[in-house]
C-alpha cells in the first residue's frame, strides 16, 4: 500500500468510491475537479489517495489555506486561527476492506503535511456525525479535532439542489455536521 498525491489518473476511482460510501451524487467529475483545484498551492496538493496494486483504496480530500468557498456552516467566529490559514478536511473514505488499519490517520497525516507548507496553522471539517458507529466523529477526536458547533439537516440542501442521496436519509438527509478544528 502507498500513498500517493491526488491526480486526474485516479478521479474515476475516487468518485467510484466517494458514491458507493457517501450515496449517490456525492462526487461527480466537475466536482472532483474543483476540489482538485482547490487543493493545490504553491504547487503543493493537499489532496491524497492510498494505492494498493494501482487501485484507489482510500482518499484524503482537503483543500488549501486561503482558497475554499466558505459557506454558513462555517462558523469562523469559533475558529482558533484566522481564515485565511484555515483549511478544509472535505472528505476522507476508505473501502470497507481496508478499513481498521490506520490508513485513515495516514492520509490525514500526509495532508497536514502539505498543508503546513502551504501556510496552514489548522483546519475545519463537518463531520458526518450519523456515520456507522460515528466512526468520523472519533477518528477525527483521535486525531486531536474539537468541536466547534453542531449543524442539523447539513447535507438537505444537497439532496434538493444537486439530487444527494444519504445512504441513512435517502434523498431527503437529515444528519448532522459536527463541525471540528484540527491546530497544528
Not at 493537499?46 to 456552516?73: H, K
Request: negative net charge.
Amino acid at each position: 500500500m502507498t500513498i500517493a498525491e491526488l491526480s486526474p489518473f485516479h478521479f474515476d476511482q475516487v468518485i467510484e468510491i466517494g458514491n458507493l460510501v457517501h450515496g449517490d451524487n456525492y462526487l461527480d467529475l466537475a466536482t472532483l475537479e474543483k476540489i482538485y483545484r482547490y487543493s493545490i498551492k504553491q504547487d503543493i496538493n493537499a489532496s491524497f489517495v492510498a494505492l494498493e496494486n494501482q487501485r484507489v483504496i482510500g482518499f484524503r480530500l482537503t483543500y488549501a489555506p486561503d482558497q475554499w468557498p466558505m459557506d454558513e456552516w462555517c462558523s469562523t467566529h469559533l475558529w482558533p486561527a484566522e481564515k485565511q490559514h484555515v483549511s478544509y478536511f472535505k472528505s476522507s473514505t476508505i473501502i470497507e476492506s481496508a478499513r481498521g488499519n490506520g490508513l485513515g490517520g495516514q492520509l490525514l497525516q500526509a495532508s497536514i503535511t502539505a498543508l503546513k507548507k502551504q501556510g496552514a496553522k489548522g483546519g475545519v471539517c463537518h463531520i458526518w456525525q450519523q456515520s456507522p458507529g460515528n466512526a468520523a466523529f472519533k477518528y477525527f477526536s483521535k486525531a486531536g479535532g474539537k468541536t466547534i458547533k453542531i449543524h442539523p439537516d447539513r447535507w438537505l440542501k444537497d439532496c434538493i439542489d444537486f439530487g444527494y442521496s444519504c445512504t441513512l436519509c435517502g434523498s431527503e438527509c437529515h444528519c448532522d455536521a459536527v463541525e471540528m478544528f484540527l491546530e497544528f
